[in-house]
């Protein structure tokens, strides 16, 4: 029988594992300068619109644990993206107006950073909102879905400090990442870097990634409920590369800005059987009442990453949303 302080221990770490804190930065607009003469897949300013309208609708669905919401949340996000805003949703009744508020995303002031060329696939444009609490720098890329509708395929609030490197004017709009050619490593290779960069335990040193305050909160933060459990269970995590959602060239082609899918399971195992009883959030989400041997939580992790021609590779956003657990 353990002391309660370790098995208060052990409750935070399942609810740290569950989701780890946003990291939020700034980034620059990046629209400055000349780029080769091409034609946006959007004009300018039918992409502000654009952009406006599906962040609102993004923002307000994120928040509606409704029939309607759902809905509402199938229009407004695509993909990985609406898997996790599905999940959130889903926990809401879990948590504290205080939680709610530093997640919500702000629906004034949504610039257009970037919108992909005509002729290449997918439709992007790549807008930036902040969120309404903070006034931290949120990237948002849309993507178009079969019948043209642009939807939130990402959602991804930028690192301290952190900066967006330049993009070619929106009038012009932005190369496709395409094969990656041109870049310092293809975005698969920088994805599995990372990966490996944060994997627990016997993470691996990515020559190709710069130090980032993400990666360091997650190795960090997997180290911190590994000692939790002291010689009483064993902590894993992994990241699993799920490929690239999106992204466009930087200015003249200099680089990309890629944002890329991962799923992280976070796996304990006890040795010696307890009952610990999981966050509100985490059973609403998962069904978990209680835990006493083991538990798995599958969490989507979306980041964004500057891979430049030369140098090291930045992520510059990230999100974190769990999606699934079992345990027993």
């Not at 080769?36 to 962040?55: D, G, H, L, Q, R």
């Not at 991962?262 to 307890?274: E, F, G, N, S, Y």
């Not at 989507?300 to 990453?305: L, R």
Request: charged fraction near 20%.
């Amino acid at each position: 029988m353990p002391r309660p302080a370790t098995r208060r221990a052990l409750a935070a770490a399942l609810a740290s594992a569950a989701m780890l804190s946003a990291c939020t930065g700034n980034s620059d607009d990046g629209t400055d300068g000349s780029g080769v003469s091409a034609s946006p897949v959007v004009a300018p300013e039918a992409a502000a619109t654009t952009a406006s309208s599906a962040v609102a609708a993004a923002a307000s669905s994120s928040l509606d644990g409704t029939a309607a919401g759902t809905a509402a949340r199938g229009k407004a996000f695509a993909g990985v993206a609406l898997e996790s805003a599905n999940a959130y949703a889903k926990s809401l009744p879990g948590r504290t107006a205080a939680d709610k508020a530093e997640a919500e995303l702000a629906t004034t002031g949504v610039k257009v950073l970037a919108v992909s060329r005509e002729g290449d696939k997918p439709r992007q444009i790549l807008a930036q909102t902040t969120l309404k609490k903070t006034g931290a720098a949120v990237l948002v890329l849309l993507v178009a879905d079969e019948s043209g509708a642009f939807k939130a395929a990402a959602v991804t609030p930028m690192l301290p400090d952190a900066k967006l490197d330049a993009l070619d004017p929106t009038t012009d709009g932005s190369p496709a990442i395409a094969d990656g050619k041109g870049l310092v490593a293809s975005p698969d290779d920088v994805l599995a870097a990372f990966a490996a960069s944060v994997k627990f335990p016997k993470p691996t040193a990515a020559k190709v990634l710069a130090a980032d305050p993400l990666s360091e909160q997650l190795r960090q933060s997997a180290l911190a409920q590994s000692q939790a459990l002291k010689n009483q269970g064993a902590f894993t995590q992994d990241h699993a590369p799920k490929g690239v959602i999106g992204g466009v060239r930087l200015k003249d082609g200099n680089g990309a800005i890629v944002f890329a899918h991962l799923v992280r399971h976070d796996t304990i195992a006890m040795r010696t059987p307890l009952k610990l009883t999981p966050a509100k959030d985490l059973t609403l989400l998962t069904g978990i009442k209680q835990i006493t041997t083991e538990a798995d939580l599958t969490s989507n992790e979306v980041v964004a990453i500057v891979i430049p021609a030369s140098g090291q590779a930045r992520v510059v956003a990230a999100s974190d949303q769990l999606v699934a657990g079992s345990g027993r």
